[in-house]
């Protein structure tokens, strides 16, 4: 229900239920945190691009899931959301390597916001991004009443959220929702190309600066400059940084370990 597949640096992990839309049941959570897990560990995993087989990215939950916490007499929707979507969420957001989100199609409910969870987004321009939860009564989860409202302010994200406006791809890159929205097939390998290029970089600075960027939206400018301020000097502390500044001296391209 999930490829893992291993590149020079980097990993592409591939949602895996195409004839679903890759929408989650608890093998496919429990898989993608298993893949994420041994990404983890692997020293030389410097990037993560996460995507989809098939026509679709992800449909978010599997509605057709026979779970009685799902589905049944009395569902505990918080509990699904507590044991597998929240800690996905938390889980991208704190891992210490870029994650890259290749939206290569319709991306639904949870499966949107999954997407937003990732720290940079790339979408096919066929692709979709759709809030459904209001046409099954629910309220947009997996953080989406956070990055609507973050990204785009209270007016668009209570429009997608209670109509289900499917928001194509380029509408999404231009309202900042995402990073860019790209030709169906050049997806891949502009994903990939980013995923090589942070495999090479300075890897410490990257986790830094998700951190940096996480902590903002809470913050005053007073208490960001302190973030910064212990944050970067930890920046200072690494190999990485003394290497950068060599390099540019020397005018040679840098040799960045991940530390
Ligand atoms: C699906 C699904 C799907 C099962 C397509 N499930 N089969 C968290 C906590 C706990 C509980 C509840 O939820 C959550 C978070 C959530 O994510 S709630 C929101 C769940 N997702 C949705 O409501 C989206 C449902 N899907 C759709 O609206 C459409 O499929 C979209 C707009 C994504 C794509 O439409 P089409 O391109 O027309 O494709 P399709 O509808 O024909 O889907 C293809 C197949 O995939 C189809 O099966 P079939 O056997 O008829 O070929 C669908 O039934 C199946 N599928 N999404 N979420």
Known sequence: VVIHERRDGYSIITLNRPERLNAFNEAQHLALRAAIDSCEADQDCGAIVLTGAGRGFC?????????????????????????????????????????????????????????????????????????????????????????????????????LAMTAHPLPAEDAASWGLIWKAVDDDALMAEATALAESFANGPTRAFALTKQAIHAASGNSLEEQLEVERALQREAGWSDDYKEGVAAFLQKRPANYRGR
């Open 59 to 159: 449909a978010g939950q599997d509605l057709a899931d026979r779970d009685p916490t799902i589905l049944g007499d009395s569902p505990d929707l918080g509990m699904t959301l507590e044991t597998y979507y929240n800690p996905l969420v938390r889980r991208l957001r704190g891992l210490q390597m870029p994650v890259i989100c290749a939206v290569n199609g319709v991306a639904a409910g949870a499966g949107a916001n999954i997407a937003f969870a990732c720290d940079i987004v790339l979408a096919a321009k066929s692709a979709k991004f759709i809030q459904a939860f209001s046409k099954i009564g629910l309220i947009p989860d997996a953080g989406g009443t956070y990055w609507l409202t973050k990204h785009l302010g209270e007016a668009r994200a209570k429009a």
